[in-house]
Every structure is written in C-alpha cells, then in structure tokens.
Nanobody, 121 residues
C-alpha cells in the first residue's frame, strides 16, 4: 500500500542536467532505503544510486562524480541530481523504496512507474 510518484524526466543534450524526484506515500512507518534504477531495452535493470534512512549513499561506478542522491525524510522523497549527462545515461529510471509499513504489513520493496531520461544532441 505504498505508491511512488516520480517526476523530472525528459530530454536533455549531452552535458546537461536533470533532477529526478520520487515521493512515497501510503502505509509508511519508516523508509529504510530509497534509490534509483535504470533500464535500457534489452538489458537488465541496474542500480544507479541509493540512500538509506541514515544517509549512507551508494553510486554505480558509471555515475560517480556526476550524479548526487539526496533525501528529505520528512517528505518521504528522494532526489537524483544528474549532471554532465551522457547519451549512455539514456534509460527509463525507476524509483525504488524499501519500506517498513508496520507490524503486520512488514517490510517490502516498491517500485515507481518509471520516467524516461533521454540524452541526445
């Protein structure tokens, strides 16, 4: 009973920037981890970046130094600031959240609907 609403995708030129947002709502007691994955047709979904409730971050090697993940715990929202975008970054980006929903609900993973990021000149 958790919904993830993504926004911020679009078309940018190489070297440009985008900021993705993902807001979680529903039966949430605590969000253990939020992150972003991306997927290109014909390839498996891969982790881009994640952040824990405590603020620990993780980045794929391909985006280190270019992308920055942040989180507003009060708003249950995660952001991905993407700078110096490359054509190789083109993909559908999916928000992911690991949520503890309560004693009975337990802990589950949820996915957003995905937002298209296209980097092209």
């Amino acid at each position: 009973q958790v919904q993830l609403v993504e926004s911020g995708g679009g078309l940018v030129q190489p070297g440009g920037s985008l900021r993705l947002s993902c807001a979680a709502s529903g039966s949430i007691v605590i969000i253990n981890r939020m992150g972003w994955y991306r997927q290109v047709p014909g390839k498996q979904r891969e982790l881009v970046s994640s952040i824990t409730s405590g603020g620990s971050t993780n980045y794929a090697d391909s985006v280190k130094g270019r992308f920055t993940i942040s989180r507003d715990n009060a708003k249950n929202t995660v952001y991905l600031q993407m700078n110096s975008l490359k054509p190789e970054d083109t993909a559908v980006y999916y928000c992911n959240s690991n949520v503890f929903g309560g004693i009975w609900v337990g802990t589950s993973d949820y996915w957003g609907q995905g937002t298209q990021v296209t980097v092209s000149s």
